[in-house]
């Protein structure tokens, strides 16, 4: 997603097999509920937030347990989304102090999750 990263293709992040998804919804969750989708209950639901956008990827196995990205399961990961950066602590919703280049990245995964996974709901503020 930026020069230390991989460039999905084509360039609009389309994946080559448009899934078929729900109309987005807007449920309130808490983060505290967020939490809960991590992908290691009994359910494996894995639901991974950007810019407090709730997307369920359960779908996909890199984000439950044992998975490349199952840090990013159950949180806001924003800030580790836009970073390119794997860390837990940078598993969080705030955003706002970073690069322009770094919110660049971080809005082309927003449209990379919008092409793939459903919208489940909104952080609560
Ligand atoms: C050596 C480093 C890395 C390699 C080789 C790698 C490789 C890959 C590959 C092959 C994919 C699948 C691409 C696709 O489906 O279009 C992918 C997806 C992804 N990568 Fe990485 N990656 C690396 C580092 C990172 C880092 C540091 C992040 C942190 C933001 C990251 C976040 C993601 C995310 C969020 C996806 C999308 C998974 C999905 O939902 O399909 N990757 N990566």
């Given at each position: 997603m930026s020069e230390t990263h991989h460039e999905p293709e084509p360039k609009n992040f389309a994946p080559k097999d448009p899934p078929k998804l729900d109309p987005p919804r807007d449920d309130p969750i808490s983060l505290e509920e967020l939490a809960r989708?991590?992908?290691?209950?009994p359910e494996k639901r894995a639901y991974v937030a950007i810019k407090g956008t709730v997307f369920d990827v359960s779908g996909k196995d890199a984000y439950l347990p044992g998975g490349g990205y199952h840090v990013f399961a159950g949180k806001d990961a924003s800030r580790a989304l836009a970073q390119s950066s794997l860390k837990p602590e940078d598993c969080?919703?705030?955003?706002?102090?970073?690069?322009d280049k770094e919110k660049t990245v971080l809005n082309e995964w927003m449209t990379f999750f919008s092409k793939r996974y459903n919208i489940v709901g909104k952080v609560q503020k």
């Open positions: 989708y991590d992908g290691t209950g969080r919703a705030e955003y706002d102090d970073l690069g």
